[in-house]
Nanobody, 115 residues
Framework: VQLQASGGGLVQAGGSLRLSCVPSGSIFSINIMGWYRQAPGKQRELVAEITPRGNANYADSVKGRFTISRDNAKNTMSLQMNSLKPEDTAVYYC??????????WGQGTQVTVSS
């Protein structure tokens, strides 16, 4: 099973993008779903994560601008990104942790914000 991330692209500062993450097959017992990003020359960092009950946690740098959501029935996840800034430019990865502590990573989708 793979996670397929999509929705990245090139956008001007202040614009919006919506990322989606869809599994290629069945994944059972998903616990935490989240988005990470990695900018050139930097370490991968957590952007946002969400529990099965919908409790979300955000990096300080994106609070108030990004919204994470999930569909537990379909095991899909989205990240609505508003008021994008050039410093949001990175490859964004979706990530899943199951109740059995297994992890899956998506292939990444490039987000580029021009000033």
């Amino acid at each position: 099973v793979q996670l397929q991330a999509s929705g990245g692209g090139l956008v001007q500062a202040g614009g919006s993008l919506r990322l989606s993450c869809v599994p290629s097959g069945s994944i059972f017992s998903i616990n935490i779903m989240g988005w990470y990003r990695q900018a050139p020359g930097k370490q991968r960092e957590l952007v946002a994560e969400i529990t099965p009950r919908g409790n979300a946690n955000y990096a300080d740098s994106v609070k108030g601008r990004f919204t994470i959501s999930r569909d537990n029935a379909k095991n899909t996840m989205s990240l609505q990104m508003n008021s994008l800034k050039p410093e949001d430019t990175a490859v964004y990865y979706c990530h899943v942790v199951t109740w059995g502590a297994s992890e899956l990573w998506g292939q990444g989708t490039q987000v580029t914000v021009s000033s």
